[in-house]
């Protein structure tokens, strides 16, 4: 039934029977009748710092929920702050939506006051850009970019808001949501698969991708287990699959095992699901590149994938891995090959104490890991403080994991944010960087004004750590433009009204973890680090 309303409005009003929970913004002039329409809504405006902080708590929401995350922010400066998400979410196949406010109708093309081209913008790295110039369609094109961010390769939607015509009084309503099926492989697709399975000495599942929960998680690594098949995960996708499960092998990508890298080249049959054979995964489009490769992945274009393909599956992981789990397959790996995988996995993630001067990371894992829930949130930007978590934290719960695939610095702290919101009965454990934390640190703020709860491991070396290993190997003893001069964190986070503590020795960690955890704020532990350790060791190095 439609009644009299404003575009405005009614966008708002989309969002709020499509089940959006959370928006995400910096309020702006140039969409002020949808922040009206949001004045009384059940839905809650989450008021970030700035709009890459908005893009990526909306990021993490779609990352870590069924429904994309949704950001809002105003036209030039703010879409200009907010493109790193777009970006992010684009290359890591993650379902945003991106409402940015623009100029008048009649304004356009007369270099008007912040005006700028919202198609060139965000045309190449958004799945889809509209502008909305018509109002009475408001409501569908709400419910096209949620369908479109959703369905075949998940990705970011903008859409362009003129602000005069989100004020045009009409005659509407919302519209039906469409339903989003969870494509089932057919039998023909799960016959050939056997085949290819019954012929493997060597095969290996890599898991990866959205849409991921625990039946479908477990369910895959049930079978894996039971037919001696080794499950890797992609680069950033460590919660596909429970690492409790003697099916899981650890991860590909950036700071993946020797032994991993080795048993992809090794591989006779590798099993993409959710993901795809792509840049990081193989090490720069390198490894694992002849074997009979089958992916199982809803992208008609297998967007990303490189080398060999000899079937795809253009399935639903849920509904694949179900399926999958509910067949007799006739797989007969070689001997030894999963037992081996396991064995070095657990090799790889047992901590070795890491030297030098500072908080040893080694150790202060493997202490989280006994303080840690089970079913903890991690959430990391980008930088060498990520090896730690990647390498030594556990996953056993889906939707675990919210870290940037695409490399993008500053995620941890929103991430955090939104993953406390999304998930209010769950711990939330963020490990920052000091210059990862300092790109989005103000966030801190924005938990504080809704009510997220989460702990922060701040690293601090003062240099950016992941260019200076670089310039070390090209450039030897000529370190150039990666030195940071720091706060005192824990300081900078009680101004903010949360919970900081220094913490200068591994052995003090468990009792501040506890301290923090049990502050109910947005807490903050400053752990020193030693510039001089650049990885994780291992027992052979």
């Not at 590909?252 to 991993?260: I, K, V």
């Not at 209010?424 to 210059?435: K, M």
Request: contains cysteine; proline residues 5%.
């Amino acid at each position: 039934m439609s009644t009299s309303t404003t575009a405005g409005h009614l966008i708002v009003a989309q969002l709020e029977r499509a089940g959006i929970q959370r928006v995400y913004g910096v309020p702006g002039e140039s969409f002020l009748d949808v922040l009206d329409g949001l004045h009384g809504s059940s839905i809650e405006t989450v008021v970030t710092r700035h709009e890459g902080g908005a893009g990526f708590m909306a990021l993490a929401e779609g990352r870590l929920t069924e429904l994309p995350g949704v950001a809002m922010v105003t036209r030039g400066p703010g879409a200009a702050n907010a493109f790193i998400a777009i970006h992010t979410a684009h290359q890591d196949a993650t379902p945003l939506i991106l409402f940015v406010g623009l100029i008048p109708v009649a304004d356009r093309g007369r270099e008007s006051f912040q005006e700028f081209d919202i198609n060139a913008w965000f045309g190449s790295t958004a799945k889809k850009v509209v502008t909305l110039d018509d109002a009475a369609s408001a409501a569908r094109v709400v419910d096209d970019a949620i369908f479109t961010a959703l369905s075949g390769r998940p990705g970011p939607v903008v859409i362009g808001l003129p602000e005069d015509v989100l004020v045009h009084a009409i005659e509407a309503g919302t519209v039906e949501p469409r339903a989003m099926a969870r494509t089932e492989p057919t039998p023909s697709d799960l016959a050939a698969l056997e085949q290819r399975l019954a012929a493997a000495r060597k095969p290996l599942l890599v898991v990866g991708g959205e849409g991921w929960d625990q039946e479908s998680s477990e369910a895959l690594a049930g079978w894996a287990s039971r037919h001696g098949v080794p499950v890797l995960a992609d680069f950033r996708a460590y919660d596909a699959v429970p690492h409790n499960s003697d099916a899981y092998a650890g991860y590909l990508g950036y700071a993946r095992s020797d032994d991993n890298a080795r048993r992809l080249d090794e591989a006779d049959l590798l099993v993409f699901v959710g993901c795809v054979r792509a840049d990081v995964l193989s090490d720069g489009y390198r490894r694992g590149l002849d074997a009979v490769s089958v992916v199982v992945n809803l992208d008609a274009d297998l967007l990303g994938h490189f080398g060999r393909l000899d079937q795809h599956i253009p399935a639903h992981v849920a509904s694949f891995s179900r399926a999958l789990a509910a067949t007799a397959s006739a797989v007969q790996p070689a001997a030894g090959w999963l037992a081996d995988a396991r064995a070095d996995y657990e090799k790889f993630s047992s901590a070795q104490p890491d030297g030098g001067t500072g908080v040893d990371l080694a150790v202060v894992m493997e202490i989280l890991k006994q303080e840690m829930d089970d079913d903890a949130v991690i959430t990391y930007g980008a930088g060498n403080h990520t090896l730690w978590p990647a390498r030594y934290l556990k996953h056993n719960s889906a939707n675990s994991l919210a870290a940037p695939r695409n490399g993008a610095m500053g995620m941890g702290i929103p991430a955090a944010v939104a993953a406390s919101l999304a998930y209010p009965g769950r711990q939330v454990i963020s490990v920052a960087g000091d210059g990862c934390f300092l790109m989005n640190g103000q966030e801190l703020a924005t938990a504080m004004g809704h009510g997220g709860r989460f702990v922060v491991l701040l690293v601090d070396n003062g240099i950016f750590a992941t260019i200076r290993e670089h310039q070390e190997g090209h450039y030897p003893g000529r370190p150039s433009g990666t030195h940071m001069t720091n706060p005192d964190f824990a300081a900078l986070a009680r101004s903010y009204g949360g919970y900081g503590e220094r913490v200068d020795k591994a052995e003090d960690f468990a009792a501040a973890f506890r301290r923090a955890a049990e502050s109910g704020l947005p807490a903050v532990l400053h752990l020193p680090q030693d510039p001089a350790t650049r990885s994780p060791k291992t027992a052979s190095n």
